[in-house]
């Protein structure tokens, strides 16, 4: 598929240290010391939308973002409310679409990003995994955005700390100093291309479509009663509105075991008993993965 773009309203953007490096503690340490890969002029507005209920997608498409524009916006469509209202992008926007995966794939969720409206606007696909594996996110996340203005010029995969991993190797500190060497390259790179003029979307392989009938393994739930003074956080922030906010009972057909519910409480009466996946995990896929990158 081709698509021809517009010129891009560029802004000359310096090197300075990001606020996604700062978040992910990595001030003064990488960028700054090591010549870098080059820089190029930066978007003047990019917008991010984001899927992320332990916020490990978010930090890490918030450091990318910084490689793009000094201005970025954040549209977060973890909250079930949140992906209610249509969210607009400019054709001088950057997007920046980012999803974790769950088994390999977008998370099961109707309608995911479909609220997303372009306008023949440029967007990298960003899937952040737990050290395994992005496998069809980018395909999902394609598929979905390019029906609706967008024009997918390069996409990403960035490892981040694996959920049922809570003191595991997988995804540990990343994006680390590495990852964010790399992160540079790429918005480099797709810098270049937009500021060449005419883009063409890239292919991306993969399954485009989102197996709902998949079964994605999880740790088990734990809800510690004597600990909930049903402040009915975890109700209002569920990613899928499974918890019900009378009775706070989880619906398990609406519950995609995303741990928005621990992320969220403050008196751990949620949590997830990450004993059996965490051998798992650190039995399989503590060898560290790197960053891909497709453009
Ligand atoms: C239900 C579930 C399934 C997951 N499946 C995978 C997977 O197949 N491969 C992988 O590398 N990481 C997997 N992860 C880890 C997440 O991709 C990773 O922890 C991500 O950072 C979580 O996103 P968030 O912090 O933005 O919520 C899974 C996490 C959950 C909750």
Redesign the pocket.
């Known amino acids: 598929m081709k698509k021809e773009i517009s010129r891009r309203n560029f802004i000359k953007g310096t090197a300075a240290l990001t606020a996604g490096a700062a978040l992910m503690g990595l001030a003064g340490c990488a960028e700054e010391k090591t010549p870098a890969p080059q820089e190029a002029p930066k978007f003047k507005h990019v917008k991010v939308a984001v899927?992320?209920?332990?916020?490990?997608?978010?930090n890490a498409a918030a450091m990318l973002a910084a490689k793009f524009s000094d201005d970025v916006e954040f549209a977060d469509l973890t909250n079930a409310t949140s992906r209610t209202e249509e969210v607009t992008f400019a054709a001088e926007d950057l997007a920046i679409v980012a999803a974790?995966?769950?088994?390999?794939q977008i998370?099961m969720i109707e309608g995911l990003f479909t609220n997303l409206k372009g306008d023949n606007t440029p967007c990298v696909v960003v899937c952040?995994?737990?050290?395994?594996?992005?496998?069809n996110v980018y395909a999902n996340i394609a598929s979905i955005v390019s029906k609706q203005g967008f024009v997918v010029v390069g996409a990403i995969g960035l490892v981040?700390?694996?959920?049922?991993a809570s003191v595991a190797k997988?995804?540990h500190s990343r994006p680390n100093v590495d990852d964010n060497k790399i992160m540079t390259e790429f918005a480099s790179k797709v810098m270049d291309k937009l500021n060449s003029g005419t883009v063409e979307a890239i292919t991306i392989e993969g399954t485009p479509e989102v197996d709902f009938a998949k079964e994605?393994?999880?740790a088990p739930k734990e809800f510690k009663a004597e600990n909930c003074i049903q402040c009915g956080a975890c109700a209002a922030n569920c990613s899928t509105g499974a918890i019900d906010p009378q009775t706070l009972e989880i619906d398990e057909t609406k519950c995609?075991?995303?741990?928005?519910c621990s992320f969220v409480c403050e008196y751990n009466a949620r949590s997830y008993d990450t004993a059996v996946k965490r051998d798992f995990i650190e039995g399989k896929?503590s060898a560290k993965k790197s960053v891909e990158y497709f453009i």
């Open positions: 899927f992320s209920p332990t916020e490990g997608t978010k974790p995966s769950y088994g390999g998370p952040a995994f737990g050290n395994r594996a992005a496998e981040t700390p694996h959920v049922f997988a995804g994605i393994s999880a995609i075991n995303c741990m928005r896929l």
